[in-house]
Every structure is written in C-alpha cells, then in structure tokens.
C-alpha cells in the first residue's frame, strides 16, 4: 500500500510569488496535517483537516491557506512568499480509532521549498 | 506556546553502546510519541505511549511516559551504525486527546545521533 505521497518533492520560487504543495493520505485516512520543518528544528504544526474541514491551526500568517478534497487529498497554498518560508513541508495522514484520535501521524517525505 | 524540550542535542557514540535521550516539558500532555527522521525523508514513528507511566518497547528500543505526564524518555540498547538519524519526541496536549479531530502534535528540537562503527 502506498504512504503519504507528497509533490512537488522540491521547489524554488522567488520573493513575493505564491506556492501550492500537495497530498495525498494513506488510503483510508481521512485526516491529514501539515507542518513546516525549518532545517535543525522539529516540525512545526501548520493545519489539521479532516472531513474536509479545518480542525486545527497552528500559530502561522493568513498568507498560509489550505483545503480538503473528497477524496480526502489536500493542499497547502502560501502567499506573498518571504525567504523565511523556506523549509520543508511535511504532511502527515492519520487515521481515528474508534472514538479517540491516537495521535500517530504517518508523514511523507515532504516538499521542500526554497525561496530566493 | 507549550515548549517540548528535548535533550541532549546531539550524540556521538560507538557501535554498540546504549544511547538514552529524553523529552521534558512544563505542560501536562495525554500522549508522548517517537519518530525517527532520516536525511530527505518524514519523520516515522517508532513508538506511542497512552498511559502515565506506560512502559514501552519495539525491539532495540524502550521508551516511557512519565508519571507527572511532563517527560518521557527513549532508550535504544546495543546501537548499530542504522541507527543514526534525528530522533524527536511529540506530545499531544491533554486537552486535544478527545477531540477526535485535532492533530497538534508538539515536536521538540530533536536529538541527533551519531554512531561511530
């Protein structure tokens, strides 16, 4: 079975340009996360949606958006990009046990933006 | 916010010692989890822990939730040269553990390892 799928897996913009990074959960998943991992720090939570609506949000700028499919696929969009927006993007699916969320999140390999 | 502080930074060991790392915090969180991030790739959780003062063990490692539900630490016994990567705790605050919905995990700074064949 197929993990968290995540793409780009790399990309470079420039100042003041918008991005949109996406992905897609472990079949069954209906929760998925993002977080933005600035090099030597952990992840920092951004978003939680689930059934296709924001549960969750971290403590980031309005130019940080993002939604939910149908198919429980989502994307990030980040606005007006400032150099300080680069990192990596992880999102991360989770999956509910019965009537308490477990808390395990499973990541993908990330999208790993850089701004000039 | 709820800082996660993790310690040491960073470890260089050789192969076959045990390596012991540990994660404290000021606020009280319902669940401590353990991932490993190697370079390039997410992180992968190694283990969950539910219940203040729950043991836990997969394999190598051994990981436990402190009583006060402030701390938790992760022991890896008889290292090997695989072993090497980042390793982060994450806490989930109590009050998000039932809220079916809410996946605000709080990562620490992380704990790089090093082990030298």
């Known amino acids: 079975d197929a993990g968290v799928t995540q793409s780009p897996t790399h990309l470079i913009k420039t100042r003041g340009q918008q991005v949109t990074l996406r992905c897609s959960p472990i079949s069954g998943h209906k929760s998925v996360s993002w977080y933005q991992q600035v090099l030597g720090q952990g992840p920092q939570f951004i978003f939680q949606y689930y059934e296709k609506e924001e549960r969750g949000r971290g403590n980031f700028p309005d130019r940080f958006s993002a939604r939910q499919f149908p198919n429980y696929s989502s994307e990030l969009n980040v606005n007006a990009l400032l150099l300080g927006d680069s990192a990596l993007y992880l999102c991360a699916s989770s999956s509910k046990t019965g009537t308490e969320n477990t808390g395990e999140l499973f990541f993908g390999e990330g999208s790993r933006l850089t701004v000039l | 916010g709820q800082q996660l502080n993790q310690s040491p930074q960073s470890m260089f060991i050789q192969e076959g010692e045990d390596v012991s790392m540990n994660c404290t915090s000021s606020s009280i969180f319902n669940t401590w989890l353990w991932y490993k991030q190697d370079p390039g790739e997410g992180p992968v959780l190694l283990i969950a822990l539910y219940k203040a003062g729950e043991l836990t063990s997969n394999g190598r490692l051994t990981a436990q939730f402190g009583i006060t539900r402030k701390d938790s630490f992760l022991n890896i016994s008889a290292s090997i040269p695989s072993d090497v990567g980042i390793y982060f705790c994450?806490?989930?605050?109590?009050?998000?553990?039932?809220?079916?919905?809410?996946?605000?995990?709080?990562f620490g700074a992380g704990t790089r390892l090093t082990v030298k064949p």
């Open positions: 994450a806490g989930q605050l109590l009050h998000d553990r039932h809220d079916n919905n809410n996946n605000d995990m709080r």
